[in-house]
């Protein structure tokens, strides 16, 4: 069927995406007195924001230092020096604040919504976007851009709408969990604009694991480990941080960091991992501790006494991987038998099948070239009227917040920006 297009009144900017990224920028942009559109295609706004975090949204990483902050994102970080000094983690903390979110911090410096849900930072945005009377336009697809000369003229939308704007903010997302309604069309219309843009792959994904005891760990996470990648025998990078268990194999921050490292060495041949699940001690120092464990405990069964150590599962894990019967009592361990324990807790191997596919990602990689972008105002260097914001763009960052936070800084600066009267 084709629809006659119905226009709309014009606007000074026209948002297209209603996640983090989108909505700041909305919000933004009618804070400095602009008249704003914001489409999105889903029947609610911030469907991906609300499973971040495990639905408790890690909305930023409160490391206030900007320079630390950005030396997170490696090559990428000194794009973003400019927005970050107008509009970094202390000015997204604060605008939480202001916007009556209290906030918390946990490990790793990672903030969090104290009501541990993230509804709160998505109703932090619906308020301030209603504040500055923004006009929200739900169930309504983009579905062509139309532009003259480097300059955007309008959007069509799937039901016959055609919105004229000023300027447009992008904020479609990237590719991870298309079923929240990242589906890449952004990169699409980019392309054909004239961006280039280097195709999504999976960037923070959890790795599946061949070994098949991996199934008895599901939902065990463990706080602070150690994982080490090896190819062929030698060690190609090591991290520690916070590990967990799945049914298919292992995800949490430090895997999630390492994912994109142990991707590169799929490439190269079978990969394999070793977990030390005690970092902090040595061979030696464990050995004793675990030696006068099993002297205090008798004739008990081993497998009863090492609770207060690692969760039961695991421990059964380790006995069937070095070979011990977990029914003996803790008094008739051999030397052997417990130096092989130990060995195992310092240096258990697992081998990789495979990542999780890049549909199931926290993040893609991938986007728009950084420098085809200004970072005063996140203007296209391309389109004219054009600004690009949140997961668009093609930044390197490890999780704990700072995907979010791109989204904060990029977002309220492209608001800015577009929504300035005669910009
Ligand atoms: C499971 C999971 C957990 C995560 N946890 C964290 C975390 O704790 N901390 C953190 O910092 N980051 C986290 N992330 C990453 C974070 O969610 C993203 O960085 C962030 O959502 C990107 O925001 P965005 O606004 O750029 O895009 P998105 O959130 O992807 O929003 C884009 C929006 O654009 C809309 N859209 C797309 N195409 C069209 C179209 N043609 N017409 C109309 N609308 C369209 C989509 O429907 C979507 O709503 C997590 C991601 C996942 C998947």
Not at 304 to 324: M, R, Y
Not at 373 to 401: A, E
């Amino acid at each position: 069927m084709i629809h006659k297009p119905t226009y709309l009144p014009l606007y000074d900017v026209a948002v297209i995406g209603g996640g983090p990224a989108g909505m700041i920028a909305a919000g933004r942009a009618a804070e400095c007195g602009a008249r704003v559109i914001l489409v999105e295609k889903n029947k609610t706004l911030g469907v991906k924001l609300l499973l971040t975090g495990g639905g408790r949204c890690n909305f930023t990483n409160a490391e206030l230092d900007t320079r630390s902050f950005l030396l997170k994102l490696k090559k990428d970080g000194k794009f973003l020096f400019s927005p970050f000094s107008r509009f970094g983690v202390k000015e997204t903390i604060d605008f939480f604040h202001m916007h009556d979110m209290p906030t918390k911090i946990e490990d790793e410096l990672r903030a969090f919504p104290k009501s541990d849900d993230a509804i709160s930072v998505l109703n932090v945005l619906i308020r301030y976007m209603n504040n500055g009377n923004v006009t929200i336009m739900k169930k309504t697809y983009v579905s062509e851009i139309i532009s003259r000369d480097e300059k955007i003229i309008s959007i069509k939308t799937s039901d016959g709408k055609e919105i004229h704007a000023r300027n447009f903010i992008f904020a479609t997302g990237g590719k991870s969990h298309p079923e929240t309604g990242s589906t890449g069309d952004g990169f699409l219309w980019l392309e054909n604009l004239g961006h280039e843009i280097i195709p999504p792959s999976a960037a923070l994904v959890p790795i599946v694991i061949k070994d098949s005891w991996i199934k008895n760990l599901q939902g065990i996470s463990l706080q602070n480990v150690k994982l080490t990648v090896l190819q062929n025998g030698a060690k190609q990078n090591s991290q520690k941080g916070k590990l967990l268990f799945t049914h298919f194999g292992i995800s949490g921050p430090l895997v999630l960091n390492m994912s994109r490292e142990v991707g590169e060495c799929l490439k190269n041949g079978p990969t394999e991992l070793s977990l030390d699940v005690f970092p902090t001690i040595d061979g030696g120092a464990l050995d004793k501790k675990i030696h006068e464990l099993l002297t205090k405990a008798g004739n008990k069964k081993v497998k009863n006494i090492f609770e207060g150590l690692i969760p039961n599962a695991l421990a059964l894990t380790i006995f069937q991987l070095s070979k011990i019967n977990a029914d003996t009592n803790a008094n008739t361990i051999t030397r052997e038998e417990r130096l092989r324990f130990v060995k195992m807790l310092k240096n258990m191997p697992i081998q990789v099948s495979k990542l999780l596919s890049a549909d199931k990602a926290i993040v893609t990689s991938g986007g728009v070239i950084l420098p085809e972008i200004d970072f005063k105002t996140m203007r296209s260097r391309k389109i004219q009227n054009c600004f690009l914001v949140g997961d668009l763009l093609n930044i390197d960052r490890p999780s704990g917040g700072y995907s979010l936070q791109i989204c904060w800084t990029t977002g309220y600066i492209a608001g800015e920006s577009a929504g300035k009267v005669n910009s």
